[in-house]
Nanobody
Framework: QVQLVESGGGLVQPGGSLRLSCAASVSISSIAAMGWYRQAPGKQRALVAR???????HYADSVKGRFTISRDNSKNTVYLQMNSLKPEDTAVYYC?????????WGQGTQVTVSS
C-alpha cells in the first residue's frame, strides 16, 4: 500500500508561484507513474501533469509552459512547480500514484489564486 502526503498549497496572488510536494511512503522508483490532478468546485477531477518512472512527462494544455512536474527519487517525493498562476488554477490539488494494479491518492492540498 502507498501513502501519499501533499503539502505546499496556499493563497497566492495572480502571477505568483507555488511549489507542491507529494511525499510517498514507498520508493517512488517502483511506481510506474505519478501525477498531479486538481478539482475545482463543481467540476470533475482532471489531470494536471504526470511523470513516469523513466522521467517522461505530460501536461494538460492549460498548464503547459507554466507548471513543471519533477521527482526526487532519493526523497521519494514528486513536485509540481506552478508559475504564473491564474485565478482559474484555484482548486484542490491531489497526488496520485499508479502502483501495481491500483491507484493511490493523497488527501489533497488547497490552492487559491486571488488578489
Amino acid at each position: 500500500q502507498v501513502q501519499l502526503v501533499e503539502s505546499g498549497g496556499g493563497l497566492v496572488q495572480p502571477g505568483g508561484s507555488l511549489r507542491l510536494s507529494c511525499a510517498a511512503s514507498v520508493s517512488i522508483s517502483s511506481i510506474a507513474a505519478m501525477g498531479w490532478y486538481r478539482q475545482a468546485p463543481g467540476k470533475q477531477r482532471a489531470l494536471v501533469a504526470r511523470i513516469t518512472s523513466g522521467g517522461s512527462t505530460h501536461y494538460a494544455d492549460s498548464v503547459k509552459g507554466r507548471f513543471t512536474i519533477s521527482r526526487d527519487n532519493s526523497k521519494n517525493t514528486v513536485y509540481l512547480q506552478m508559475n504564473s498562476l491564474k485565478p482559474e488554477d484555484t482548486a484542490v490539488y491531489y497526488c496520485k500514484a499508479a502502483w501495481g494494479l491500483l491507484d493511490y491518492w493523497g488527501q489533497g492540498t488547497q490552492v487559491t489564486v486571488s488578489s
